[in-house]
């Protein structure tokens, strides 16, 4: 059974991930009011990303015998400055998420929830990625500045981007 106080950090986190989905919806959409359809494929890539991380949550707080409770979703920001203006907030977005999932680790801990605290040892592998992946395009923004000539060559390098789910986590 699920102690109650992880039980209700854990939806916490839940709608945390089905906001993340949404935020990045919110960037892809803005990525395609600028015609800039890779940057758009690589958020919407995102989200699904996003999607996958609720879906886990969603399935390990029922399997532990908790209760799942839809919360109201946060509206995203709508609007940036530039392709570079983004990453830095996406950036600091998936730190802050990260941080997240380190005070759900430490709440494990001091319930005692072992099994919680093992659940959760694939997200901070995971964050590792997610931190790196968006990283490496705010490099490269950088290199190039905001709107830069290397823009419509980014472009297309992130048009490129796919959804692969973890296989040995396809049941999540
Ligand atoms: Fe669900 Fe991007 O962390």
Redesign the pocket.
Known sequence: MLPKKMDDALNTQLNA?IY?AYLYTSMAAYFESLNLTGFSNWMKIQTQ??LF?AQKFYNYINERGGRVIMQAIDKPETDWDSTLDVFEFTYKH?QK?TSLINDLVELARTEKDNATYNFLQWFISE?VE?EASVDAVLQKLKMIGDFGPGTFMIDQELGKRVFTPPAAESGA
Request: proline share 0%; net charge negative.
């Open positions: 991930e993340s990303e996003e991380h998936e998420v964050q997610e």
